[in-house]
C-alpha cells in the first residue's frame, strides 16, 4: 500500500503561487507543499537542458516528501521539462506517481472564449520560444490562429515589487501594442506565465473592449478537480486536512515577502537546501 501524501506545487519562483491559491480555494480539503526554486529563478531564459535538469531534481525532491502527485504550476517548466520527465523519468523513479503541468489545461479550454478564432499569448522568452501553446492548441483547436508575445521584464519587474509604478507601465504596454501589431482582432489574451496575474487589470485596460483576459489559477484549478475526480486511485493517495507548507531553494524572509503578494495570505516558508 503507497504511502498517502500531499499534493505538491513547484514553481521557478513566487507565480506559481497565484495558482496555488485558486488549487486551494477549490479543493481546501488537501494537504499541499508548495517549493519555490528561488536561488535558481527566473527559468525563463536558461536552456531546455538547464531547466529539465532543475525541475526534475525539484520533482525528486517532492517524492521524497511522499507527494504522489506533483503539479508544475510553472509554464517554463510545463514547456521544457514536463514531457522529458513524465516519458522518461517517471517510470524509472515510481510509475504510480504523477507529474501534472499548466498549458494543456489552458490549451483544453481557450477555443471556447474566441470568436473571431484569433488568440495572443503573452509569456516569458522560454515559453514562447518552446511553442508548445501553439503545439497543444493545434491539437485542439487546429482553426485558431496563435499570436505569441514574448515579455522579458515583466517578471523581473513584478518579484521585485515594480509591477505598480508608472516604469512598469511602460513595458506592459509596450508588449501588449506589440501582440496586437500582430493581429488587431485578437479577442482572447492568455497570460500563460503564472505572474501575470498580478497586472492582468493593467493588461485588459490596455486591450481592446470586449477582449477576454485569460489567467490560469482557475482553469487549472477546476483542471485538477476534474482529474481527481477520473482518478480515484489518484485521488485516494493524496492526504487530507488543509495543510500547507511552504518551501524555498533562497532566503525565506524574502519569499515571505513577497509570496504574501502572490498568494493574497500570510506565507511562512522553510528553507531547504537541494542535492543532485
Same mark, same amino acid.
Given at each position: 500500500?503507497?504511502?498517502?501524501?500531499?499534493?505538491?506545487?513547484?514553481?521557478?519562483?513566487?507565480?506559481?503561487?497565484? /495558482?496555488?491559491?485558486?488549487?486551494?480555494?477549490?479543493?481546501?480539503?488537501?494537504?499541499?507543499?508548495?517549493?519555490?526554486?528561488?536561488?535558481?529563478?527566473?527559468?525563463?531564459?536558461?536552456?531546455?537542458?538547464? =531547466?529539465?535538469?532543475?525541475?526534475?531534481?525539484? /520533482?525528486?525532491?517532492? %517524492?521524497?516528501?511522499?507527494?504522489?502527485?506533483?503539479?508544475?504550476?510553472?509554464?517554463?517548466?510545463?514547456?521544457?521539462?514536463?514531457?522529458?520527465?513524465?516519458?522518461?523519468?517517471?517510470?524509472? #523513479? +515510481?510509475?504510480?506517481?504523477?507529474?501534472?503541468?499548466?498549458?494543456?489545461?489552458?490549451?483544453?479550454?481557450?477555443?471556447?472564449?474566441?470568436?473571431?478564432?484569433? /488568440?495572443? =499569448?503573452?509569456?516569458?522568452?522560454?515559453?514562447?520560444?518552446?511553442?508548445?501553446?501553439?503545439?497543444?492548441?493545434?491539437?485542439?483547436?487546429?482553426?485558431?490562429? /496563435?499570436?505569441?508575445?514574448?515579455?522579458?521584464?515583466?517578471?523581473?519587474?513584478?518579484?521585485?515589487?515594480?509591477?505598480?509604478?508608472?516604469?512598469? +507601465?511602460?513595458? #506592459?504596454?509596450?508588449?501588449?501594442?506589440?501582440?496586437?501589431?500582430?493581429?488587431?482582432? #485578437?479577442?482572447?489574451?492568455?497570460?500563460?506565465?503564472?505572474?501575470?496575474?498580478?497586472?492582468?487589470?493593467? =493588461?485588459?485596460?490596455?486591450?481592446?473592449?470586449?477582449?477576454?483576459?485569460?489567467?490560469?489559477?482557475?482553469?487549472?484549478?477546476?483542471?485538477?478537480?476534474?482529474?481527481?475526480?477520473?482518478?480515484?486511485?489518484?485521488?485516494?493517495?493524496?492526504?487530507?486536512?488543509?495543510?500547507?507548507? %511552504?518551501?524555498?531553494? +533562497?532566503?525565506?524572509? +524574502? %519569499?515571505?515577502?513577497?509570496?504574501?503578494? %502572490?498568494?493574497?495570505?500570510?506565507?511562512?516558508?522553510?528553507?531547504?537546501?537541494?542535492?543532485?
Amino acid at each position: 500500500m503507497q504511502q498517502q501524501g500531499p499534493i505538491g506545487v513547484f514553481d521557478s519562483g513566487y507565480g506559481g503561487l497565484t /495558482v496555488l491559491k485558486e488549487i486551494v480555494n477549490t479543493l481546501p480539503q488537501y494537504n499541499y507543499i508548495y517549493l519555490g526554486d528561488n536561488a535558481r529563478a527566473p527559468y525563463g531564459n536558461r536552456s531546455f537542458e538547464t =531547466i529539465y535538469h532543475y525541475t526534475l531534481q525539484c /520533482v525528486k525532491w517532492f %517524492f521524497q516528501q511522499s507527494c504522489p502527485l506533483v503539479l508544475l504550476a510553472c509554464n517554463t517548466a510545463s514547456a521544457k521539462a514536463l514531457r522529458t520527465i513524465q516519458q522518461k523519468d517517471l517510470a524509472k #523513479i +515510481d510509475a504510480l506517481k504523477r507529474v501534472l503541468g499548466v498549458i494543456r489545461p489552458t490549451t483544453e479550454i481557450i477555443g471556447l472564449h474566441s470568436r473571431s478564432g484569433k /488568440v495572443g =499569448i503573452m509569456a516569458t522568452n522560454g515559453t514562447v520560444q518552446s511553442q508548445s501553446y501553439k503545439i497543444e492548441i493545434e491539437k485542439f483547436y487546429p482553426q485558431l490562429q /496563435v499570436y505569441q508575445q514574448a515579455c522579458p521584464l515583466l517578471v523581473p519587474l513584478i518579484e521585485n515589487g515594480e509591477h505598480e509604478n508608472a516604469g512598469a +507601465d511602460y513595458f #506592459i504596454k509596450k508588449y501588449t501594442d506589440e501582440l496586437l501589431a500582430k493581429d488587431p482582432g #485578437i479577442d482572447t489574451v492568455l497570460l500563460a506565465c503564472t505572474h501575470y496575474p498580478l497586472i492582468q487589470d493593467k =493588461i485588459k485596460k490596455l486591450l481592446p473592449v470586449g477582449t477576454e483576459v485569460l489567467a490560469q489559477g482557475n482553469i487549472v484549478a477546476a483542471s485538477l478537480q476534474d482529474y481527481l475526480q477520473r482518478h480515484p486511485e489518484m485521488e485516494k493517495l493524496i492526504n487530507r486536512g488543509g495543510k500547507l507548507k %511552504f518551501y524555498t531553494t +533562497d532566503s525565506t524572509s +524574502d %519569499f515571505d515577502a513577497h509570496g504574501t503578494v %502572490f498568494f493574497g495570505k500570510p506565507v511562512q516558508s522553510e528553507h531547504v537546501e537541494l542535492e543532485g
